[in-house]
């Protein structure tokens, strides 16, 4: 039997046949496609509301940067004055494992002092710092966190330093002399005085 246009028919059993017309069948797929999409768009804006309250991946800074393993460090061998791309800088103990110390720079003619102390492990201390060294009424404090590695022979130190809000960021870098061995006084007065021997003979 020629079903009339327009109409899609659907054999229930052999003796009976329903007769759907076509464009309800297309309204109902219609309706599917478009429940689908709302479902879709649900998950979507659902995913990103949990993406906006997982905190943002942390911005590569200093604080990122690990110090290297510690390694043994003669005792006293990070204290004394040391020259450093923050200025003149004196590191003393301060008990057991722990040094603290200052340094000093000029800005717009005026003596700038910060203060440092920490935990030193080996020849690694974990440090935290501030700048001044004591609040000034109406002048802000830095405050901050950072790391120092010490040479084994006392020579350099180089490390990492950062604010405690992060907004600053930067290398700290120190070095001086070795210490010379003391050596017997010589005989004659053979002394060295600005690079030469004197008292020796001629």
């Not at 054999?11 to 009976?16: G, H, I, M, Q």
């Amino acid at each position: 039997m020629l079903q009339p246009r327009g109409t899609l028919a659907v054999t229930a059993d052999d003796r009976n046949r329903v007769v759907v017309p076509f464009a309800a069948m297309t309204a109902l797929a219609t309706t599917a496609r478009l429940a689908l999409a709302a479902l879709a768009t649900t998950v979507l804006v659902a995913s990103a509301s949990s993406k906006k309250n997982e905190p943002p991946p942390a911005a590569a800074g200093a604080w990122n940067a690990a110090p290297p393993p510690s390694s043994a460090l003669p005792p006293g061998a990070a204290s004394g004055l040391w020259k450093t791309t923050f200025g003149a800088v004196k590191v003393e103990d301060d008990g057991p494992g722990r040094v603290h110390g200052v340094w000093m720079y000029q800005r717009d003619g005026k003596d700038v002092v910060g203060y440092f102390g920490g935990a030193l492990d080996g020849n690694v201390l974990r440090l935290t710092w501030r700048e001044p060294a004591q609040a000034q009424p109406g002048e802000a404090q830095l405050v901050g966190e950072g790391w120092l590695v010490f040479d084994a022979g006392g020579a350099r130190f180089s490390g990492r330093w950062w604010t405690s809000n992060r907004d600053r960021q930067g290398d700290w870098t120190g070095w001086r002399a070795p210490a010379a061995p003391t050596a017997a006084a010589p005989a004659m007065g053979g002394a060295a005085y600005g690079g030469a021997a004197y008292g020796a003979p001629y």
